[in-house]
Structures are given as structure tokens and as C-alpha cells.
């Protein structure tokens, strides 16, 4: 059975940073993807970033681009993303989520963390 164990999250102040992980396993072959969601309050849910797991290739939306950073150690099935330059609009729950597609829409993921929350203050 596939599970993913997010952490990292926490309090930030505007301009910081924090690393989120997430933890994989349970997985059969190593051709999957993972991504990140975050789901603010009264907001759909929104698709980040991606990393395919076998070749390193690397999704990211407009909104995170340039200050968020996606990477894995296979090593560990752990999948990371680093945040940068925080702004209170970053602040959600942040989703890791795995599955066989590519890109930023739900409907690509088969398995989903738990999630953990990203308050950012200004």
C-alpha cells in the first residue's frame, strides 16, 4: 500500500523559508510522480510543483515559480520542497500527493498525504 507522510510545515514570517518533506512508500515500481498541492481557506486546491521520480524532471506554477524549489533523494523516497521568500498568500495546507501522470491537476494522483499546514505572517 502506498503512503505519504508530509512534514515541515509551520509559522514564518514573510520573506522566510521552510522546507517541507514528504515521505514515500509502498510503491511497486519507480516511474511515479509526485506533487505538491495547498489548499488555502475558501480557495480550490492548487497544484505547485512535481517531480518525476525516475528522471528528475520538474513541474512548477506560476506562482511559486522562482522561489519554491522541488527535489528528491531516492535513496530515502523522500521528496522535498524548499520555500523561499514566503508571502502570506503562500499560507495553506500543503498536500504531497503520488500517482503516474505529470503536471498540476488532481486528477493525476492516486495517493495523498495528510497534509500540513504553511502559516505565513506578515
Known amino acids: 500500500e502506498v503512503q505519504l507522510v508530509e512534514s515541515g510545515g509551520g509559522l514564518v514570517q514573510a520573506g522566510g523559508s521552510l522546507r517541507l518533506s514528504c515521505a514515500a512508500s509502498g510503491f511497486t515500481r519507480d516511474d511515479y510522480t509526485i506533487g505538491w498541492f495547498r489548499e488555502a481557506p475558501g480557495k480550490e486546491r492548487e497544484g505547485i510543483s512535481c517531480?518525476?521520480?525516475?528522471?528528475?524532471?520538474?513541474y512548477y506554477a506560476d506562482s511559486v515559480k522562482g522561489r519554491f524549489t522541488i527535489s528528491s533523494d531516492s535513496a530515502k523516497n523522500t521528496v522535498f520542497l524548499q520555500m523561499n521568500s514566503l508571502k502570506p498568500e503562500d499560507t495553506a495546507v500543503y498536500y504531497c500527493a503520488a500517482g503516474w501522470g505529470w503536471g498540476a491537476r488532481e486528477l493525476e494522483y492516486n495517493y495523498w498525504g495528510q497534509g500540513t499546514q504553511v502559516t505565513v505572517s506578515s
Open positions: 517531480i518525476d521520480a525516475s528522471d528528475g524532471s520538474t
